[in-house]
């Protein structure tokens, strides 16, 4: 039985680096949210995630992590890889539409309602944490 929307809850996924992870998380983001009765996220959440790991898999040669969270009414979504750098600012996504790369954090702005990143450790390791938020008030 699904709990209550009003149950707070975190999953961490590890993932290695390899590009069948984006569908891993995928669908294991589906399933996470679907038992737990958030089915109504679940398609933009997956976009989401998918861009969040395949920029964490395209763009470092290690492990990354997907985090997903849910508290208070917000589903907070987010990939922790060990590149400390910051990721390119994105473009304004009516530019890209023909681009063949470069749309990630420009999806991930256009959909998220709010998103960002910061500097992060992990196991003795660097790195940074890029989130993004749903269901915002």
């Not at 707070?8 to 590009?19: A, F, N």
């Not at 958030?38 to 998918?50: G, M, V």
């Not at 910061?118 to 993004?132: A, E, F, Q, T």
Request: negative net charge; hydrophobic residues 40%; glycine residues 8%.
């Amino acid at each position: 039985m699904p709990e209550t929307e009003t149950e707070p809850w975190e999953y961490s996924l590890s993932i290695p680096h390899d590009p069948r992870a984006v569908t891993v998380c995928r669908r294991t983001l589906r399933l996470i949210l679907t038992l737990h009765g958030l089915i109504r996220f679940a398609d933009t959440a997956e976009l989401l995630a998918a861009e969040l790991v395949a920029n964490a898999v395209l763009h470092t040669k290690g492990p990354a992590t997907l985090r997903v969270r849910w508290s208070a009414g917000v589903l907070r979504i987010g990939a922790w890889d060990a590149n400390p750098q910051p990721p390119d600012p994105p473009g304004e996504l009516a530019n890209l539409m023909d681009a063949e790369e470069g749309r990630g954090l420009a999806l991930v702005q256009a959909c998220a309602d709010v998103w960002g990143w910061h500097p992060l450790s992990r196991c003795g390791n660097r790195g940074k944490y890029v989130w993004c938020e749903l269901g915002v008030a």
